[in-house]
């Protein structure tokens, strides 16, 4: 039997979760990131252990379903590099790896920049928002505007990574005025006890984390 505590807080995540102001946001679910030839197969494969994908899928199924606005936000490097930092050991690193693998750069318009397959994305109704630069999504891609313009004031965050990217998305987004709900089966970073470290000690101090299905189920009209 559920204790008052308990109770209050899945009332309070029903709340948050509200279809009319809730939108589902995905992170670097793109084919070089999450593929077979992803720039770092450390994190793809962490991905992997936990259906991330799979996850995200059913989660953009069942907000498509409720009304729920999905957004993608992707990286991007031109070829040349032009407009990307070059001011922290991760841009370097990702710059040597694409260089390694041109197959695995994220050049705009390539395979490996395109969404993956996996989180069956729908472009006739889904927003895709790129960057060139910075370390996360909140970095001038216009998301915070957009978000509004929706009618949003909870984020669902789903993709990668707890190392850099989702950590940059969940603070600006906190920073900017929205709820956060993070589902912890639709995030990944490597290693793995490191990601789970992130989000048991910094990142349940400013989201709410649950678990896809939960989310699910509240977009399906189910609730608790």
Not at 29 to 39: E, F, I, S, T, Y
Request: aromatic share 4%; hydrophobic share 50%; proline share 7%.
């Amino acid at each position: 039997m559920a204790t008052d505590a308990e109770t209050r807080a899945e009332a309070r995540l029903d709340a948050l979760l509200d279809p009319a102001h809730t939108a589902l946001v995905t992170c670097e679910c793109q084919n070089g990131v999450l593929g077979p030839d992803a720039v770092f197969p450390e994190l793809a494969a962490a991905a992997r252990k936990t259906d991330l994908v799979g996850q995200i899928r059913g989660l953009s199924a069942a907000a498509r379903r409720a009304g729920v606005p999905v957004l993608h936000c992707t990286a991007l490097r031109r070829p040349d590099g032009r407009g990307a930092n070059t001011n922290a050991r991760l841009f370097a690193a990702a710059a040597r790896v694409a260089a390694a693998k041109p197959g695995a750069a994220l050049a705009p318009g390539s395979e490996a920049a395109g969404l993956h397959p996996g989180i069956g994305a729908d472009p006739a109704v889904d927003l895709v928002l790129p960057r060139l630069h910075g370390l996360g999504p909140f970095q001038d891609t216009g998301l915070a505007p957009v978000l509004r313009n929706l009618g949003a004031r909870t984020l669902v965050c789903v993709g990668v990574s707890l190392n850099v990217a989702l950590l940059e998305l969940a603070f600006g987004a906190v920073d900017a005025g929205f709820q956060v709900v993070l589902p912890r089966d639709a995030v990944a970073g490597t290693p793995p006890d490191y990601a789970e470290a992130v989000l048991t000690h910094t990142l349940a101090l400013v989201a709410t984390v649950t678990v896809a299905e939960r989310v699910g189920r509240r977009w399906s009209g189910s609730g608790s």
